[in-house]
């Protein structure tokens, strides 16, 4: 007799594409585990704060960085505040572990690379693009 294997604890969700659901075959494609996570947490950083319906508090704010005087690195500190405390609002993650910052003058863009430790102790990256 075969048994079911225990729901991964990062979930599982419909597949993405830019925002698009992905259709495989005769369905929808699903998504499963980390890479679940690393699209939850994608979503989470590309939504502006307060815009969701069902969730005021989800999202990134991005309006004190850049309303607040000061410099590139006053920026990225208070981005790097603001997307721990975005990551670390979703019951999955146990720790921000690092965040890190590419900066692409020309096209007005910081890249922001994030490591996250899940509760299960799994480790994963995401990047997400931030325009200045």
Known sequence: MATDAPPDPLGHSL???????????????EV???????????LRLLTPYGTDR???????????????????RVLKDLLRLEIVRTLAADPRVHEVLD??????PAARLLTARV??????G???ALTAEVEV
Do not use: K
């Open 32 to 42: 499963h585990g980390p890479a679940n996570l690393v699209q939850a947490l994608t």
């Open 99 to 104: 965040i890190t910052f590419t900066e692409d």
């Open 122 to 124: 799994r480790t994963t």
């Open 115 to 120: 490591h996250v430790e899940a509760l299960d």
């Open 54 to 72: 069902c969730d005021h508090r989800y999202g990134l704010s991005l309006g004190q960085a850049f309303t607040h005087p000061g410099g590139t």
């Open 15 to 29: 597949l993405l594409d830019d925002g698009d659901l992905v259709v495989r075959g005769a369905g929808l494609a």
